[in-house]
T-cell receptor, first 117, second 109 residues
Framework: GAVVSQHPSRVICKSGTSVKIECRSL??????MFWYRQFPKKSLMLMAT?????????EQGVEKDKFLINHASLTLSTLTVTSAHPEDSSFYIC?????????????FGPGTRLLVL | DAKTTQPPSMDCAEGRAANLPCNHS???????VYWYRQIHSQGPQYIIH???NNETNEMASLIITEDRKSSTLILPHATLRDTAVYYC??????????FGKGITLSVRP
């Protein structure tokens, strides 16, 4: 149980285009999903917290107009990188927090590697 | 800021127990200790968590000192597939996970 998927697993796009990444909780309902970014040889950095049916909360320094997050259902959140540039190339990872468990535990997706040319 | 400190790396022989230490001297009463690991180029994997009692599951054991200022993750029989970065995270209920640098465990044949 507690499986989280991401699609696509890797994507290459041209500078200036937009890229959408999907995050799904496959066997549980997730009222909260998180989006992280990881640069090579660095640790995960939280970008935003996404609650189903409400606006996402962005971490300091993360542009909300550039990284659009939608959490329309209890099993799906999407991250859209708008007008992507080479510096947006990174490993994007989502996680989902299962409701109803005694302590807060996040389950992570396999990640999406984005390369902007 | 991460509330934990871990050595940067350690190694162990395949088949032996791997004991990964973590210091969290500023932990407060309602904060849990979580362990995740990240194998190269994959998303982090949840391992175990605990509040004050020792915990065991199919993956590992978590030993928390009585004063809760440190803990040890034990992989009882390490395999080559356990080579990964292991993150010790202190987290209160409903709060965010903050990843530090973790400890790189290398399991040698």
């Amino acid at each position: 149980g507690a499986v989280v998927s991401q699609h696509p697993s890797r994507v290459i796009c041209k500078s200036g285009t937009s890229v959408k990444i999907e995050c799904r909780s496959l066997d549980f309902q997730a009222t909260t999903m998180f989006w992280y970014r990881q640069f090579p040889k660095k640790s995960l950095m939280l970008m935003a917290t996404s609650n189903e049916g409400s606006k996402a909360t962005y971490e300091q320094g993360v542009e909300k107009d550039k990284f659009l997050i939608n959490h329309a259902s209890l099993t799906l959140s999407t991250l859209t990188v708008t007008s992507a540039h080479p510096e947006d190339s990174s490993f994007y990872i989502c996680s989902a927090r299962a409701a109803g468990v005694p302590a807060e535990t996040q389950y992570f997706g396999p990640g999406t590697r984005l390369l902007v040319l | 800021d991460a509330k934990t400190t871990q050595p940067p790396s350690m190694d162990c022989a395949e088949g032996r127990a791997a004991n990964l230490p973590c210091n969290h001297s500023t932990i407060s009463g309602n904060e849990y200790v979580y362990w995740y690991r990240q194998i190269h180029s994959q998303g982090p994997q949840y391992i175990i968590h605990g509040l004050k009692n020792n915990e065991t599951n199919e993956m590992a054991s978590l030993i928390i000192t009585e004063d809760r200022k440190s803990s040890t993750l034990i992989l009882p029989h390490a395999t080559l597939r356990d080579t990964a970065v292991y993150y010790c995270i202190v987290n209160g209920a409903n709060s965010k996970l903050t990843f530090g640098k973790g400890i790189t465990l290398s399991v040698r044949p």
